[in-house]
């Protein structure tokens, strides 16, 4: 059995529903625990920037991933989606014009987390309009945050000549697992960076035995464990563009603990599915869009079996473990020839040197 399906909504396990964001302030780490001084992080998401609402599904996890980011040491900016864009894949917007305005009151507990950094942990929002972005102006997609990122934005509005050295995005409010990684917006961001030749890391974690809330404990230890994993892989001297990582974050709200992160592949299945549904009958012409929920049981047949011993939705949902993925720009079949050698060190690096949850 999946542990973390008792859901009353298959919609909640792609995107969820709403966050109030708060947290206590962390303590001033130790010069010794700053291995990322120097290091310059985008973050965005595709839950946005808000963390308004009361399940914390609206950008809470990108709060706590800079939190932790800045502790460490990095110098952080986030541009993320004005509104939630859950479910935008690598959509962009392709005329038009955007405004990137930056957030002046931050959620609170979060409001002196980067005090110190060069950049001051700057938080914008991105939205489709021809000056102020209002409560209802349309968003930016995920990918359309990075693009502007990097084309540009970053030098506009914080000085940055140069493109950072990591793109990070999330911490998404659900798991991005199996067929559903192609709709992520979060993967989706990191995509866009590697495809502009900077190296990515999306991060998602689950929510808690309903899906439907995502609880601050699972976005901080999935953000701690975030930051220890990025100083590893900089130490180590892995960060590429070649591929973008995909880190998954098990439950941990109810006490149980994650277990070691375990390099895996995309599962070849499905978690849920797309389900559209005829209004008024044979001959309508409205078709209401819900999401399906694959069994349980791990019965399922056709696009809900899973044939990948090795796939991400088995050892993240069904055996409790973090979850590692590669994720490449191109999405050929298999691995590209000019990225195994990496992948290789990588993947090395997960089975016996990646931090313990």
């Not at 938080?123 to 990122?149: I, Q, R, W, Y």
């Not at 399922?300 to 939705?313: F, L, P």
Request: net charge negative; hydrophobic share 40%; with cysteine.
């Amino acid at each position: 059995m999946r542990t973390y399906l008792a859901l009353t909504t298959a919609a909640a396990v792609l995107a969820g529903v709403g966050a109030t964001a708060y947290a206590a302030t962390p303590a001033a780490p130790a010069q010794d625990a700053r291995p990322l001084t120097g290091l310059r992080v985008l973050i965005s998401n595709d839950d946005s920037m808000r963390a308004a609402r009361a399940n914390n599904s609206d950008g809470l996890g990108l709060y706590e991933l800079r939190r932790a980011l800045c502790a460490a040491g990095a110098d952080v900016v986030v541009m993320a989606p004005w509104q939630v864009q859950s479910g935008k894949g690598t959509a962009v917007t392709n005329g038009g014009v955007v405004t990137a305005q930056r957030r002046t009151t931050l959620p609170a507990g979060y409001e002196s987390d980067c005090a110190g950094a060069p950049s001051q942990g700057a938080v914008f929002g991105v939205c489709l309009a021809d000056g102020a972005c209002a409560d209802d102006t349309p968003s930016a997609t995920p990918a359309d945050t990075v693009k502007l990122a990097l084309r540009g934005g970053l030098k506009a509005k914080v000085g940055w000549s140069e493109h950072p050295d990591l793109v990070l995005t999330g911490i998404n409010s659900g798991p991005n697992v199996s067929a559903s990684v192609n709709d992520s917006g979060t993967v989706g961001a990191a995509v866009a960076a590697i495809d502009q030749g900077v190296p990515a890391i999306a991060f998602s974690s689950s929510g808690d035995a309903t899906n439907t809330f995502f609880p601050l404990a699972n976005y901080r230890v999935h953000a701690d464990f975030g930051a220890r994993l990025v100083a590893g892989l900089v130490e180590r001297d892995l960060l590429n563009p070649a591929f973008a990582l995909k880190v998954d974050y098990p439950d941990v709200s109810a006490g149980q603990r994650a277990k070691a992160p375990v390099w895996t592949r995309v599962g070849d299945g499905a978690v849920v599915f797309h389900d559209f549904r005829q209004r008024g009958g044979a001959g309508g012409d409205t078709f209401d869009i819900a999401l399906g929920l694959c069994p349980l049981d791990g019965s399922g047949a056709g696009e809900c079996a899973e044939g990948r011993a090795d796939a991400d939705s088995t050892w993240l949902l069904d055996k409790g473990h973090v979850t590692i993925a590669p994720i490449t720009w191109d999405r050929t079949y298999g691995t590209p020839v000019d990225a195994r050698r990496e992948l290789n060190r990588v993947e090395r690096y997960v089975r016996h040197d990646a931090p313990r949850p």
